[in-house]
Nanobody, 125 residues
Framework: QVQLVESGGGLVQAGGSLRLSCAAS????????MGWFRQASGKEREFVAA????????YFAEFVKGRFTISRDNAKNSVYLQMNSLKPEDTAVYYC??????????????????WGQGTQVTVSS
């Protein structure tokens, strides 16, 4: 059983930065892919970024390229989402997810087995 706990959300002005963290427990963290997704109010959940178990392969949604980075520290069983140049449209609940069946990242949420509870990010204009 894997448990994921996000932290780091909050209220920030447009143009600002936030760093989200996701701490994992259970399983062999370095063996599974991790992803970040988000869901804005009234909208469907969407892919943000993902990376492989060793951190070498990374995928990003087009709308965050150049602004967000994803990284992991396998020694700390943690994955991070650094968000820069935030925009009001980035406002959403952000979720981390783990795919324990594969070390290779995916952009599809159905590929992920475990999810955190989410952390709210609000960007004011």
């Amino acid at each position: 059983q894997v448990q994921l706990v996000e932290s780091g959300g909050g209220l920030v002005q447009a143009g600002g930065s936030l760093r989200l963290s996701c701490a994992a427990s259970g399983g062999t963290f370095s063996s599974y892919a991790m992803g970040w997704f988000r869901q804005a109010s009234g909208k469907e959940r969407e892919f943000v970024a993902a990376l492989s178990g060793n951190g070498a392969t990374k995928y990003f949604a087009e709308f965050v390229k150049g602004r967000f980075t994803i990284s992991r520290d396998n020694a700390k069983n943690s994955v991070y989402l650094q968000m820069n140049s935030l925009k009001p449209e980035d406002t959403a609940v952000y979720y981390c997810a783990g795919d324990v069946r594969s070390a290779y990242p995916h952009e599809t949420d159905s590929e992920y087995d475990y999810w955190g509870q989410g952390t709210q990010v609000t960007v004011s204009s």
